[in-house]
């Protein structure tokens, strides 16, 4: 028969492998903060991310359905502006290349999609969306407010929105090995003309870059935002994370 004290030290060596209260509440890694550091030079839109200014970049490298609880790795993406556009990057693991929408403003997120949302004032409701499918259609709304969503928005004026993509598979051949998909953009800043245009150095807006990945035919796709949303929305800007604008270099002054 084992000793009370033998006992005891068995107890506290069971409780010190078992896992944390707080370990089992732990969140996903989400995205609260990031940099949209300046470009010197700006990126030449062809997919490939061997741009200067993406060297150096921040990445944003945590998604997560933080509503379900659950991490998504496989994103990799990068911001970065000048006077002219906001320019945007993104590589994304995908083993299931699927794209709907031929035409700017398609609902394109009936198939895999990269969407960004910027809302650059607390005080004001004017929100911006953006987003680019595997076939390089992009889509560009300036909300003036947030309402419903289930309409069409073919009708939406252009805001200047260009996106190039490179494919690392093949697009809408089910079944067979898909690695995955990289796309570079820009905005011109007339596009946020309804909140002021260009910010300022050190201004902070409210962001979410998101993703639709969907799978083979039948199954529901799998969302994913950089932000910490508590809720399957992706327009619930009250939980994007804090976008900082970085000023010029001193070296490039």
């Known amino acids: 028969m084992r000793s009370r004290s033998s006992q005891v030290v ?5 409780a010190s492998l078992a896992p944390s209260r707080d370990d089992a509440r732990a969140e ?7 940099a949209c550091v300046w470009a010197v030079e700006a990126p030449k839109l062809d997919g490939r ?3 200067a200014c993406w060297k150096r970049a921040r990445p944003i490298t945590d998604f997560a359905a933080l509503w379900l609880g659950e991490s998504r790795p496989g994103t990799r993406a990068m911001l970065a502006w000048d006077d002219r556009y906001l320019y945007y990057a993104a590589e994304m693991d995908d083993a299931e290349l699927r794209a709907f ?3 700017r403003n398609d609902h394109l997120w009936e198939g895999d999609v990269f969407e960004m949302f910027f809302k650059p004032g607390e005080d004001r409701p004017e929100y911006y969306e953006f987003q680019v499918n595997p076939l390089a259609t992009v889509f560009e709304v300036a909300f003036p407010k947030r ?15 260009e996106a190039a993509v490179a494919l690392r598979g093949t697009l809408d051949r089910p079944g067979d090995a898909d690695e995955g998909w990289t796309v570079e953009g820009r905005i011109p800043w007339s596009a946020f003309a309804a909140t002021g245009g260009k910010p300022k150095p050190g201004d902070a807006w409210r962001f979410a870059l998101c993703r639709y990945d969907h799978g083979p035919e039948g199954t529901k796709p799998a969302l994913m935002s950089s932000a910490p949303l508590t809720k399957a929305s992706f327009h619930r800007y009250e939980d994007y994370g804090v976008l900082t604008f970085e000023g010029r270099p001193e070296a490039a002054r």
Do not use: I, Q, S
């Not at 068995?10 to 069971?14: D, F, G, P, Q, S």
């Not at 996903?28 to 990031?34: E, I, L, Y």
């Not at 309402?147 to 929105?161: W, Y």
């Open 10 to 14: 068995l107890m506290a060596l069971v």
């Open 28 to 34: 996903p890694p989400v995205t609260r903060k990031a």
């Open 49 to 51: 991310l061997d741009d």
């Open 101 to 103: 929408g031929r035409e």
């Open 147 to 161: 309402g419903p969503l289930g309409r069409a928005f073919r009708d939406e004026p252009p805001l200047g929105h």
